[in-house]
């Protein structure tokens, strides 16, 4: 597999992992020492994973991610930008965000992983 393809395949595999609420797989695709900034401010990813734990308020998501821009730093380090959507669904109602992710990748072990990640919400409706 590309690299490209297998960094498609890791925001894909993010998606799925956060709507299915799916910690093992979310943990596995961050990087030890990774860096979460987001709503909730800047989080170590045990940190992050702990507010993954947290009762939600939108029990269900659904992220629909737009195509990535990849750019390959040198051969086990890249930057990616992906906008997305996000549905969220409760039985009160559901909120629906813009979002765009800004991540730093290394390769570690033949898998990419997420080093640094911002995510920037663009808008709420």
Known sequence: MSPFEAIRALNQRYARAVDERDLVTL???FHDEAE????????D?????????????????????????????DDDHARVDTYGVVHQLSDDGQLTLGIRYLD??????GSWRIRRREARTLFMQ
Do not use: N, Y
């Open 27 to 29: 943990a596995a695709l």
């Open 36 to 43: 979460i900034t987001g709503a909730r401010g800047r989080l």
């Open 104 to 109: 730093e990748l290394v390769l570690l072990d």
């Open 45 to 73: 990813k045990e940190a992050w994973l702990e507010t993954m734990r947290a009762p939600r308020t939108f029990p269900v998501s659904m992220h629909l991610l737009g195509d990535p821009l990849i750019e390959l730093v």
